[in-house]
């Protein structure tokens, strides 16, 4: 049996050892990179018809409105006078920034007038509105 004597001389320091440290950075690097996941507007619209279409980037913000009156902006549902402080953060920090406007087909023409003004007065430039390619 082997017994250990302290030293005389002086007190031992207490270390963390250190070593494997970027060990864990990389596997906590992994796991936020493998469980994060990305918000998918999945609002069920039916968008009206068109002949042409334009692709757009996939850097804008999506305000989606439903035939029921439900509004919804980047997924979450809002009231109409929270679209022009809402849009206006966004404007401020990207001024060029597209807003799509997922605006399902049966929705009264008053409403769109309205979501169109809330967004003019939060200065938006940049609006998409998308269709569906008309079969005839």
Known sequence: MKVFKRRRGGKTK???????MS???????????VTTTFT???TPVELP???TRTEIDKDHEIISVQTNG??????ER???ADIQPMAALEIASDPERIFFLKI???VRWETVDELLEQL???????LSLPTEPRTD
């Open 70 to 75: 439900f509004i919804q902006f980047r997924g």
């Open 49 to 51: 018809r068109t002949a």
């Open 14 to 20: 207490a270390e963390i050892p250190n070593s494997s």
């Open 78 to 80: 809002v009231m109409m």
């Open 120 to 126: 003019r007065m939060a200065r938006v430039r940049n």
């Open 40 to 42: 998918v507007d999945r």
């Open 104 to 106: 399902d087909k049966g």
């Open 23 to 33: 060990d864990i950075a990389f596997l906590l690097l992994i796991f936020f990179m």
